[in-house]
């Protein structure tokens, strides 16, 4: 029989692999961004299938709650979208629920889709299903891998988020949010993919795949009309396109679009596109900084250097962009003297928002294989997990427990640094 009901479902937080990398200061109970892989996968099912999105992370449901929600809805079709933090919640969604079909995508199904099959899902989407799962559905749901490679970002529609509650997204101001974006900050990404090869990072595409700064700016008129009081484009690596850039802000200038915004992307030192960011009115941009150190900068693989970080933060000053900078503390090499006057020196370059994180060997990391392929790690831990999950893993760690605490005490004391009164409060 046809399927006719497709459910998409977002995983639960509830199991999910314990983070060793950020400090509980960050993780904001207000920060929740729509599904936009989810939204765009369901905006092209074809119109005579019906189909409903369940985001458990942001309703904050556990795993039974998710469970009977699905359960209620009797879908045909199941689709479980899996970080591999959250694959213990997958394996038990697979095994629990009653779905004739069910099937698996996301970053987690990129080298474990083998294991997910066992697990017991009846098909698994790498990379981009918005062509390979309508295809899917017309050849009758058969069983196996299927691989999408990456669509063209200009010819899919855009994220059905109205398949969505939109009032379960407005945010719910506490006192440690980091800025004030008004009630409804809505996600987009005008990107997908990073070409960089940093070691401590777990993007997996490695394929820059833009849409034009047309696509860009019908998005951005769709999200305001839905009433985004600030748009945040979460790409891996906004601005890699010097050219994308400018012509995206040059049209949303012409097409007089006025809205608080902002961008995940790297360190820039061209004048020119932090002029146009400023003019079209991009008021932060969310960069990967990690550290002040150039020897360590040349271990992390980063194409910046400290005179380009240096530039980069003079340049939003003079444009008034504010710079959420993202820094890494625990990395080999590290010294005493720069854990301490890291703040002041982050201080004196003008970032008004550092996020702390600690270095860890997250899975699919080069930092992790490098630990295996030297013995630093006997086992391949991570590849033992996506075989058989379990709840609340921790994150492996070959510092030694009494460094370990030592560095998350550092951390308080920077977020104690940056808190005190004549400085803004953090946000994510």
């Known amino acids: ?109 990129t080298k474990s889709y083998n294991y997910i099959l066992e697990q017991g899902a009846h098909a698994v989407f790498v990379d981009d299903a918005e062509v390979t799962f309508p295809q899917w559905l017309q050849a009758g749901c058969p069983e196996g891998v299927f691989w999408g490679g990456q669509v063209n970002l200009n010819t899919i529609p855009l994220p059905a988020r109205h398949l969505l509650n939109i009032d379960d997204y407005r945010i719910e101001k506490n006192e440690d949010l980091l800025f004030d974006v008004g009630a409804l900050r809505l996600p987009m990404f005008s990107s997908k993919g990073c070409p960089y090869a940093c070691t401590y990072c777990d993007v997996q595409q490695k394929t820059f795949n833009f849409k034009s700064a047309e696509r860009c700016v019908e998005e951005f008129k769709a999200l305001v009309e839905l009433g985004a009081t600030s748009i945040h484009i979460l790409d891996d690596a906004f601005n890699v396109n010097r050219n994308r850039v400018s012509e995206m802000s040059k049209a949303l200038v012409r097409e007089n679009i006025k809205v608080d915004w902002s961008a995940r992307g790297t360190v820039e030192v061209r004048e020119s596109v932090i002029a146009d960011l400023a003019e079209a009115g991009c008021k932060r941009l969310h960069v990967g900084i990690e550290s002040l150190d150039d020897t360590i900068l040349a271990g992390f693989k980063k194409a910046s250097r400290y005179k380009h970080i240096e530039q980069f933060s003079t340049l939003c000053q003079q444009y008034d962009i504010d710079i959420l900078g993202y820094f890494i503390i625990g990395a080999p090499g590290e010294t005493s003297e720069y854990r301490r006057t890291l703040p002041q020196r982050i201080r004196d370059l003008g970032i008004k928002l550092p996020y702390f994180n600690l270095l860890s060997p997250l899975a699919e990391t080069p930092y992790y294989e490098e630990l295996l392929r030297t013995g630093k790690f006997k086992t391949d831990i991570w590849t033992e997990f996506c075989k058989n999950p379990v709840p609340d893993f921790i994150i492996p760690e070959i510092r030694s427990e009494e460094e370990e605490e030592e560095l998350r005490l550092i951390i308080d004391d920077y977020v104690r640094y940056f808190k005190h009164d004549d400085m803004p409060v953090f946000v994510n």
């Open 1 to 109: 029989m046809k399927p006719k009901k497709i459910l998409f479902v977002v995983m639960p937080y509830e199991g999910e692999v314990r983070d060793r990398v950020t400090a509980k200061f960050y993780k904001n109970k207000a920060v929740k961004y729509m599904p936009l892989g989810v939204l765009s996968l369901a905006a092209c099912v074809p119109p005579e299938y019906e189909v409903k999105v369940l985001d458990a992370a942001s309703l904050g449901l556990d795993l039974q709650e998710t469970i009977d929600q699905i359960e209620a809805w009797a879908p045909d079709v199941l689709g479980l979208s899996v970080v591999t933090y959250r694959a213990w919640a997958m394996v038990q969604i697979l095994q629990r629920t009653s779905a004739p079909i069910k099937i698996v995508g996301g970053p987690h199904a």
